[in-house]
């Protein structure tokens, strides 16, 4: 079961806001709307996408890190390096 199961209709409702941020952005280029505008609302995308990232992360940690800490070894080593990577990927966007 993923960990962000009881906040999914959350992550959903923000993605789906996030798809029509940027058709409202292809509507811009399509229509020719000046570059900064564009540059504008394409980092207004990018803020809501990190913000649907740490959601994301937050209920990684809270479930699945958690658990496999609780059960110790191997698989709480392999858990906890997930998610480093996952953080470092997020801090490198």
Not at 21 to 50: F, H, I, K, N, Y
Not at 72 to 86: I, N
């Amino acid at each position: 079961m993923a960990g962000y199961t009881d906040r999914k209709e959350d992550v959903l409702g923000r993605l789906r806001q996030i798809e029509g941020q940027v058709r409202g952005v292809q509507r811009m280029v399509v229509e020719d709307v000046a570059c900064v505008d564009v540059l504008t609302q394409v980092s207004t995308v990018g803020g809501a996408l990190q913000s649907c990232a740490v959601t994301l992360l937050d209920a990684h940690l809270a479930s699945c890190v958690t658990e496999a800490v609780a059960e110790g070894g191997e698989a709480a080593r392999a858990k906890v390096g997930e998610a480093t990577l996952a953080i470092a990927r997020l801090i490198r966007t």
